[in-house]
């Protein structure tokens, strides 16, 4: 089955700065990348997701980009702002039914 | 508003319980999912559901079961609690082959004594 590797695990950013998580993926046919954003006490909120025939999406302040040769898609985020802090986690699939999941970011802002 | 919705936020129990931990989504989507996240392991499957009565064993099944009577309703039972099943469970849907990422509840941190 498919294999998602999320690094780094833990990231301390200064208010303004940028962040990038990466993630890495084993199986080619994966296909739908999304991205989660689970602040404290909450569940996972879905934040971006991008498709194996996008190379980047962007929304505002996030980015997500995908390299389908090397299997490896990032997670952007400009400007950070102290209510970005939270743990972040990547995912893959490739049938929309299955999702296997990376073990998670969590992101610290520091104002 | 779509929702899922644990019955639970936080619950105790005790070494050697039957624990029932229940899920409801509005969205009538057919997958439903179990998940437990624990520090440094991320998100792993518990087990998963495409239709009512239907159900697979995820990545670590054991020491737990599922029940699925109605499209809307999705159990997980820890048939005998204890203490290394302690963690923060999280219940996810999603449309049968769509093409969004899962919706989560809220989760429900149980707590085994």
């Known amino acids: 089955g498919e294999n998602v590797e999320q690094h780094p695990s833990t990231l301390s950013v200064q208010e303004g700065d940028s962040a990038v998580i990466k993630c890495t993926y084993s199986d080619s046919a994966s296909n739908y990348f999304p991205w989660y954003k689970q602040e404290l006490g909450k569940g996972p909120q879905l934040i971006i997701d991008?498709?194996?025939?996008?190379g980047e999406k962007k929304d505002q302040r996030i980015a997500v980009t995908l390299n389908k040769t090397a299997k490896h898609f990032s997670l952007h985020i400009t400007e950070t702002q102290p209510e970005d802090s939270a743990v972040y986690f990547c995912?893959?699939?490739?049938?929309?039914?299955?999702?296997?999941f990376g073990s998670g970011t969590k992101l610290n802002v520091k104002p | 508003d779509v929702k899922v919705t644990q019955s639970s936020r936080y619950l105790v129990k005790r070494t050697g319980e039957k624990v029932f931990l229940e899920c409801v989504q509005d969205m009538d989507h057919e997958n439903m999912f179990w998940y437990r996240q624990d520090p440094g392991l991320g998100l792993r499957l518990i087990y998963f559901?495409?239709?009512?009565?239907?159900?697979e064993k995820g990545d670590i099944p054991e020491g737990y079961s599922v029940s699925r009577e109605k499209k809307e309703r999705f159990s997980l039972i820890l048939e005998s609690a204890s203490t290394n099943q302690t963690s923060m469970y999280l219940c996810a849907s999603s449309y049968q082959g769509g093409n969004y990422g899962y919706t989560f509840g809220s989760g429900t941190r149980l707590t085994v004594v």
């Open positions: 995912a893959a699939t490739l049938n929309f039914n299955k999702f296997y």
């Open positions: 991008i498709r194996s025939n996008v």
């Open positions: 559901s495409y239709d009512v009565k239907m159900k």
